[in-house]
């Protein structure tokens, strides 16, 4: 009981901040009491912080303002691309707070070399926390592809299948020093989704996104779905995919895929490194090749997305990743090949939203149960 009115409270401050105890009791039911005693509790810990009365108060005892801790402890996340290593440091509300990024032909290695190349990366984030005299609450590590925690089932982009990426990470965790510290494994879509959800994207359904895959996520962290779209049959004779199926998605609006349809040598670097990406580039200069394969894969992804509309009739999807980024003209056309009562709405984060998101991981289970971290 305890531990649930405490996890209530969090997630109630976490949702509502800035909030004051009084709103806090009249919204989960507790005494004023009661809640003032756990949210010391919260406080001690620093998990939440007290920001004092506001500006115009009313009159009486001024309200505090409750916050999560943004001094509080903060979370790690890593994420193994093609050609980068990226890594974060975020507070308790999702705030980056230090960044890392590598730039290295990823893909060429094997997993257990590009952990040890996460070293370096992991240790600077780690510094970085400390200096600031940040407790680390756990890693979050993500990649583009199908995870089943703490297994890598397959990252296409990377070539990796069934590798245990929280014991690579663990074992270079112990390399520089660091001990019992959790640690968490992810795909990049749902990690980019919770970090658009912790954003503020509360209210709708499903994201849409990926860098390296294409995949869907719910946007409600109390009903967790992701799935692959890109192997989502999209052509009844489609050419072979390296999958094993035929006229997956990802082979009309996959970043390969959409780069050789426009005449691109290559799909180019991440768009995390902070290059323009390729493709996009092309089609604001209004290259024709480059608006045809923009056509191309819009169609082909509003095809994917009519099972998605059968099965789970979403009213907002919202769209980010590499496909996000393709602008205006791509989401609209989508949203007008899939048809009235579903809208497509833009994300709010940059390219860097499922390395914050691994980090959200953490935070996520921390806010979920906070007596966990304060116990421990
Ligand atoms: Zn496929």
Redesign the pocket.
């Known amino acids: 009981m305890h531990r649930h009115n405490v996890a209530l409270l969090m997630r109630l401050i976490a949702r509502s901040a800035p909030v004051s105890r009084v709103e806090l009791a009249r919204r989960c039911g507790l005494t004023k009491a009661t809640v003032s005693s756990l949210v010391g509790d919260l406080i001690d810990a620093e998990l939440v912080r007290d920001l004092g009365p506001g500006p115009g108060g009313g009159p009486g005892r001024p309200a505090g303002r409750l916050v999560l801790d943004p001094y509080g402890p903060a979370s790690v996340g890593l994420q193994f691309a093609a050609d980068h290593i990226a890594g974060v440091v975020v507070d308790l509300s999702g705030r980056p707070v230090a960044r890392q990024v590598r730039r290295l032909d990823v893909a060429a290695l094997e997993p257990a070399a590009a952990s040890r190349a996460a070293a370096p990366v992991l240790r600077r984030l780690f510094e970085d926390a400390t200096a600031a005299g940040r407790l680390i609450a756990g890693v979050g590590v993500t990649v583009g592809g199908l995870v089943r925690e703490p297994v890598v089932s397959w990252a296409p982009a990377l070539g990796w299948r069934e590798v245990d990426l929280r014991a690579l990470v663990n074992a270079e965790l112990r390399a520089v020093d660091l001990f019992g510290v959790d640690v968490f494994v992810a795909g990049e879509v749902p990690c980019a989704a919770l970090a658009e959800y912790q954003a503020g994207a509360a209210g709708d359904w499903l994201y849409l996104g990926g860098e390296e895959v294409i995949g869907l996520a719910s946007l409600d962290p109390a009903a967790p779905i992701a799935g692959d779209l890109?192997?989502v049959p999209v052509r009844r004779r489609g050419e072979p995919?390296?999958?094993?199926?035929h006229g997956?998605l990802?082979?009309y609006a996959g970043r390969s895929a959409m780069a050789a349809a426009a005449g691109l040598p290559g799909p180019g670097p991440s768009r995390l490194l902070g290059d323009e990406d390729a493709l996009a580039a092309r089609i604001r200069q209004g290259d024709k090749a480059a608006l045809r394969a923009l056509d191309r894969g819009a169609d082909a992804l509003a095809e994917a997305l009519l099972p998605v509309r059968a099965l789970l009739a979403p009213e907002t999807i919202v769209l980010g990743g590499r496909l996000g980024g393709l602008g205006e003209s791509f989401r609209r056309r989508v949203q007008d090949r899939t048809g009235p009562g579903l809208t497509l709405r833009p994300a709010k984060l940059e390219p860097d939203a499922a390395v914050r998101g691994a980090a959200g991981t953490v935070i996520a289970r921390l806010i979920d149960d906070p007596l966990a971290w304060m116990a421990g």
Do not use: A
């Not at 995919?241 to 199926?245: A, I, L, S």
């Open positions: 890109g192997h995919c390296p999958c094993g199926g997956c990802e082979l």
